[in-house]
T-cell receptor
Framework: GAVVSQHPSRVICKSGTSVKIECRSL??????MFWYRQFPKQSLMLMAT?????????EQGVEKDKFLINHASLTLSTLTVTSAHPEDSSFYIC????????????????FGSGTRLTVV | TQLLEQSPQFLSIQEGENLTVYCNSS?????LQWYRQEPGEGPVLLVT???GGEVKKLKRLTFQFGDARKDSSLHITAAQPGDTGLYLC?????????????WGLGTSLAVNP
């Protein structure tokens, strides 16, 4: 089945530094990538949506200059948290969907295993 | 704006009990998905319902999609400690909007032995 590999799984960084999170689709082309943020025992909060080769579309309230998203290829998307601060500590998850006809095989969205970011 | 209300938000039950989780909306969804998530992991798809009135079963889990495709429920029979986790419902948004998912707030389920 479709697999999305997300790295790193955990990262601790100092306040003021930048952190890059990668998501790779291993056996399919990720036309669209969704980036989420999640707090403990809460639902997923969509941060932005990116399409390969295009600029990401950010949800209201998400700073695009702080959370840089790059989706340069059909198999790789990255989220860079710039000048991280303790309040950016969270669980970040990517989710990929392949393009094509919206048929039964496209109903599922493949999720990465998440990245636990701790800013100290 | 499409919203999906999920309830209850927290549930703690004894092993062997039954439970139902609800997701309701005033909007129509083209499909609705149920996920289960373990701490520190990404969500794992349990089922997708597409047709109004559809019922799907996955062992002790029964999923229903409302006739009008605005609501859905997840029923677990004879819950076991292994069912503990966060259950999320998500509706597929409108076409042309990158098919982004509209998420419920989640139900944190604890099944005590």
């Amino acid at each position: 089945g479709a697999v999305v590999s997300q790295h790193p799984s955990r990262v601790i960084c100092k306040s003021g530094t930048s952190v890059k999170i990668e998501c790779r689709s291993l056996d399919f082309q990720a036309t669209t990538m969704f980036w989420y943020r999640q707090f403990p025992k809460q639902s997923l909060m969509l941060m932005a949506t990116s399409n390969e080769g295009s600029k990401a579309t950010y949800e209201q309230g998400v700073e695009k200059d702080k959370f840089l998203i790059n989706h340069a290829s059909l198999t790789l998307s990255t989220l860079t948290v710039t000048s991280a601060h303790p309040e950016d500590s969270s669980f970040y998850i990517c989710s990929a969907r392949s393009g094509g006809v919206w048929g039964p095989l496209n109903y599922g969205y493949t999720f990465g295993s998440g990245t636990r970011l701790t800013v100290v | 704006t499409q919203l999906l209300e999920q309830s209850p938000q927290f549930l703690s039950i004894q092993e062997g009990e039954n439970l139902t989780v609800y997701c309701n909306s005033s909007s129509v969804f083209s499909s609705l998905q149920w996920y289960r998530q373990e701490p520190g992991e990404g969500p794992v798809l349990l089922v997708t319902v597409v047709t109004g009135g559809e019922v799907k079963k996955l062992k002790r889990l029964t999923f229903q999609f409302g006739d009008a495709r605005k609501d859905s429920s997840l029923h677990i029979t004879a819950a076991q400690p292994g069912d503990t986790g966060l259950y999320l419902c998500a509706g597929a948004g409108n076409a042309g909007n990158n098919r982004k998912l509209i998420w419920g707030l989640g139900t944190s389920l604890a099944v005590n032995p």
